[in-house]
């Protein structure tokens, strides 16, 4: 071995010892312990666990400021308010019926209500509070707070709550907020503990609920000093969340309520975009309702009343209806047959009224036929069969991807709730779909914006903005965050020969400016304010999803509902387009009738910025035009600011 | 002794030394650093990359460093104490005059890419060095007072430059640490009971210096004696994180409130949640089986110790491992202690489970020599 041999038997019989001993006390030292943990745990577990649940300094989260929306030009469109509420603590009331008749004294509460509060109070738990009333004046909140001592268990409280000072304007492009309910809880992974304050709002829909995250903010923090009733006896230290950031949209809001003023109480959808740029100027839905009823909670018949009107008051029709475009479809086909070099704009077809294909019989609108048609022509009459005969030329395929080069069937990515993908149909398609071939009489059908082919008005918009300025313009809604610009870097070139685009866009020009154009009555005469468009008057109804689920095969199977959606889109001015339009009526009649002099007031107000002189208008229509002016009723931002209550 | 040891005159060599690793201790090892990486993912509100997965690499890392330890003979380990001694001195001073200041103490210093407390090396350092020493130390010698002067000077040095730090938990650690090395060395207990009376008279007068100009400790050490004898004094401020400490232990009850459900941490009314106060959380979420399953842990590791060590013939081997044993045992000791508000608040982490890089390295790697002690115990 290595050592001497000091080790003796004397040294380890006292390390023995000596460590014996230590072992000792150590074993002392965790029976110490143990008893010590039982005693807390087991014996006085009770006492602590009260402490904990009633523990003297409690944490209470800041719900941060929502954050702002603002319109282009500033105009705010979404802000919060301050919302005095008064609750009631059932424990520290002690004669509850007492208390509640001497608030009655100060704030108005009728006898139904003080009954089913008292009712409402007797079934809750003695120690939460109760929220007796909400969004109470200042007044009545200050009363409360001057006579507290007369008032045991009552607590005025003061919170921030959403409100939407442009009502229904904007009512599906921002959407609305609400309590987090136990289906969003179960629905969204986020544990930001600000989601089990109750009554924290989060977005339910629209905007509100696409950039909850940007929205939100990050919650503050309080400590304050509670009583064992609960009540709070001083704050002892505040850190303040970060609010939510502020979202400008492209929205001009002056346009969109003009827009929306327009629309009325049609069932009806319009769209205006920049299409230099895609920022989407106005995104309005008719009818519209309150989003503030929403954030206040509404009542079960107001809701019914929306949910059951047929003119779907709740449906944001711009992005989520889908509707056949009809003519303004052509413009599809045509770009596609010239792509494919199998028609040269000068070629004439002859329009007999009808043409044959498979057996079966494609009429024209007019059952007299047009006669020989060049492009030009086909375009300002709209005349089915000239792209009828085209269709058998170029071929769905190509016709389908070309709808989606300009923008159809594609989603669009809109912070909007449920935006529709619609549908360019090809051959593959049908056959996965229903198993069954394309047949020739289903491009009949597509050529003309019917039978498959689904679009929404965002797309219509966008598919408008690209032929108008020749580049692969996206839809825009967002155009600062927090005061930072929203990078939008310049739309690409289509990929489509400039050449094949004018020859459209002059088409476009006919169908408004010539005297046989189908929206000649809707021509604008102002000097370099001239529009372009293209009418379209769909013969199916709106088809959902659902039914399409079921297979809907060709228009004709499908059952006939009043009367015909009207379409139109639009660009102006023809020399230098700025804005794009796409306008849905929902059976509405013909685009030419109804659509196009909705569009046109509409591109008129946008390029003015305000109601458009007279003089923009033909000479006969003036005097219509000042008549159903009178009768609408316009919001001027400048004059009616926000109720002044309403803060960041 | 297993079945191996039948026959055998002399300690394993080579790889068959794997053998003679006291297998059970690594797995008691193992179990409590699990309970470390369940807390730590449950104060982080359920993310293991928080806490959980650094403090695992670091698992990892001391394990595989108390194997190697464990496979070098123990008598090499001996050899080394003086020189192991004099190096964490020499970092105590570097931390001293270099070191980062964190939480208003100058604890830590950056060596390349690790973070590196002096102070937890020395703890082990000086009981090794201690353990050298009474082996080389004749025993009828043990008690003479130049004899214990010695050992006492090698314990008070770092002990001053952990107090310069200013670190008083961890100074106490080291004089308590080096005292049961004394101890077990078996020094008069005279010396023993001189000590404790001069240390009721130190205390005195570090109470009476308060307030005047030869104060001894920092105002935040006095206020932290001051809640420990009264934590309802100061509820808001300093009693505030014993005082929720007790409400979250309490509050566990029997069988705790369930995994990631305690209330206390979860509301962030605990501070130090993942380092010093990490087991209110434990006994807040686990209750009393969860904190006396833990204390069995540690209770059986300090019984190995004190088996191996009085079974072990090598005078520097036993002293060896019981003093790495009572240090283990003042760590948590001194911890739980604290939280269930039976000592004052220092800042001492629960051993194996507190958040932290060097403290549980440095903790592995002194049982790999209480391993190696084990391993290489003459037969």
């Known amino acids: 071995m290595r050592r001497s041999p000091r080790d003796s038997a004397e040294s380890a019989r006292k390390i023995g010892r000596r460590g014996l001993l230590l072992g000792a006390v150590q074993a002392g030292a965790v029976a110490v312990l143990a008893l010590r943990m039982r005693s807390m745990q087991l014996a006085h577990a009770d006492e602590y666990r009260l402490l904990s649940e009633g523990n003297s300094i409690k944490i209470r989260l800041l719900p941060p400021a929502r954050g702002l929306i603002h319109d282009r030009n500033g105009y705010l469109l979404a802000g919060n308010e301050s919302n005095y509420r008064v609750t009631i603590t059932r424990q520290d009331a002690g004669d509850v019926a007492e208390v509640l008749a001497r608030l009655r004294r100060l704030i108005a509460l009728s006898d139904a209500e003080a009954d089913t509060i008292l009712a409402e109070i007797r079934r809750r738990s003695p120690i939460t509070p109760f929220t007796i009333a909400e969004r109470i004046s200042w007044e009545e909140f200050s009363r409360i707070a001057v006579n507290a001592p007369a008032l045991p268990g009552v607590t005025p409280e003061v919170g921030l709550s959403r409100v939407y000072p442009r009502g229904g304007d904007l009512a599906h492009v921002l959407g609305y907020v609400g309590p987090v309910s136990d289906f969003d809880l179960g629905r969204i992974e986020d544990p930001d503990p600000l989601l089990r304050i109750p009554r924290f709002q989060i977005g339910k829909v629209g905007i509100e609920a696409k950039m909850e995250q940007a929205l939100r903010g990050q919650a503050g923090s309080r400590r304050v000093e509670v009583n064992s009733a609960g009540r709070e006896m001083r704050e002892l230290s505040r850190q303040e969340g970060d609010p939510g950031d502020a979202l400008q949209l492209t929205i001009d809001y002056r346009l969109q309520n003009y827009v929306q003023a327009r629309l009325g109480e049609e069932s009806a959808s319009a769209v205006i975009i920049d299409v230099t740029n895609g920022d989407v100027m106005a995104i309005a839905s008719a009818p519209t309702f309150d989003p503030n009823l929403f954030v206040r909670g509404i009542s079960s018949a107001t809701y019914r009343g929306l949910n059951e009107n047929d003119h779907r008051p709740l449906a944001d029709k711009t992005v989520q209806g889908l509707y056949p475009p009809g003519s303004t479809y052509k413009m599809v086909t045509a770009l596609a047959a010239l792509e494919a070099g199998v028609i040269d704009p000068k070629e004439t077809i002859r329009c007999p009224g009808y043409v044959e294909v498979g057996g079966r019989k494609f009429h024209c609108w007019r059952p007299a036929g047009h006669g020989n048609m060049n492009l030009q022509q086909s375009l300002e009459q709209s005349c089915d069969v000239y792209y009828y005969d085209l269709s058998q030329r170029v071929g769905i395929d190509k016709i389908s991807d070309m709808a989606r080069r300009l923008g159809l069937g594609q989603r669009h990515d809109l912070p909007m709730s449920a935006v529709a993908e619609g549908l360019a149909p090809t051959q593959a398609w049908k056959k996965r779909r229903y198993g069954r071939d394309w047949v020739i009489g289903d491009t009949l059908n597509a050529t003309i914006g019917q039978g498959y082919v689904l679009t929404s008005p965002l797309q219509l918009a966008v598919m408008t903005a690209r032929i108008a300025s020749g580049r692969a313009v996206e839809p825009r809604l967002i155009r600062s965050r927090n005061g930072v610009e929203v990078p939008a870097p310049p739309a690409p070139a289509l990929e489509i020969d400039p050449a094949f685009l004018v020859a459209i866009r002059a088409g476009m020009d006919a169908v408004v400016n010539a005297p046989r154009g189908t929206a000649n009555g809707s021509r604008v005469v102002a000097a370099e304010m001239r529009m372009a468009g293209k009418t379209g008057t769909s013969q199916v109804r709106n088809i959902s999803a659902a039914e399409r689920e079921g297979g809907v095969t060709a228009n004709d199977d499908l059952p006939w509902r009043q009367r015909d959606h009207a379409l139109f889109v639009a660009f102006a001015p023809v020399e230098a387009p700025k804005y794009a339009v796409a306008l849905v009526v929902e059976h509405g009649g013909g685009g030419s009738a109804v659509a196009a002099p909705l569009a046109r007031d509409m591109l008129l107000f946008a390029l003015y910025g305000k109601l458009p002189p007279l003089s923009a208008y033909p000479e006969s229509q003036r005097t219509r035009i000042q008549n159903q002016r009178d009768q609408m009723i316009l919001v001027d931002p400048d004059e009616a600011p926000p109720t002044a209550s309403t803060r960041a | ?379």
């Open chain 2, 1 to 379: 002794m297993s079945l191996l040891d039948y026959g055998l005159r002399s300690p394993p060599t080579g790889i068959r030394k794997v053998l003679y690793i006291n297998w059970p201790l690594v797995v008691l090892l193992s179990a409590i650093a699990c309970v470390g990486f369940l807390m730590l993912y449950s104060v982080a509100g359920g993310r293991i990359e928080v806490w959980a997965e650094p403090q695992m690499k670091r698992f990892g890392a001391g394990m595989a460093g108390m194997f190697v330890i464990a496979m070098v003979p123990i008598w090499l380990w001996r050899n080394l104490s003086a020189l192991a001694y004099g190096f964490a001195l020499l970092l105590l001073i570097a931390v001293d005059l270099f070191g980062d200041v964190g939480m208003g103490a100058q604890r830590w210093l950056e060596l390349g890419p690790l973070r590196l407390q002096p102070s937890e090396v020395m703890k082990i350092a000086l009981v090794m060095a201690l353990a050298a020493y009474y082996d080389w130390l004749d025993i009828r010698r043990t008690s003479r007072l130049i004899w214990v002067a010695i050992p006492a000077v090698l314990i008070l040095v770092p002990t001053a430059l952990v107090l310069a730090q200013p670190d008083l938990g961890t100074a106490l650690m080291l004089v308590m640490g080096g005292g049961l090395v004394m101890f077990a060395a078996g020094v008069s207990l005279w010396y023993f009971g001189t000590l404790a009376a001069l240390g009721v008279a130190a205390v005195a007068a570090v109470l009476q210096s308060r307030g005047t100009s030869w104060q001894l400790l920092r105002d935040y050490q006095y206020r932290r004696v001051d809640v420990f004898l009264d934590p309802a004094s100061d509820p808001l401020g300093a009693g505030y994180n014993i005082t929720q400490a007790q409400i979250a232990l309490g509050s566990g009850g029997w069988a705790g409130r369930g995994f990631m459900q305690g209330t206390q941490s979860r509301l962030n009314f605990l501070p130090e949640k993942h380092t010093d106060f990490i087991f209110t959380t434990l006994a807040e979420e686990f209750g009393f089986v969860g904190g006396i399953s833990l204390l069995t842990l540690y209770a059986l590791v300090l019984a190995f110790c004190i088996h191996s060590a009085l079974s072990n013939k090598d005078r520097y081997a036993s002293l060896l491992t019981l003093g790495i044993g009572a240090t283990f045992f003042l760590y948590f000791a001194v911890n739980m202690g604290m939280v269930m508000g039976l000592l004052p608040v220092v800042g001492v982490p629960l051993p194996l489970v507190s958040y932290g890089g060097t403290a549980m390295m440095i903790l592995l790697m002194a049982f790999g020599l209480v391993q190696s002690a084990h391993v290489h115990r003459p037969r």
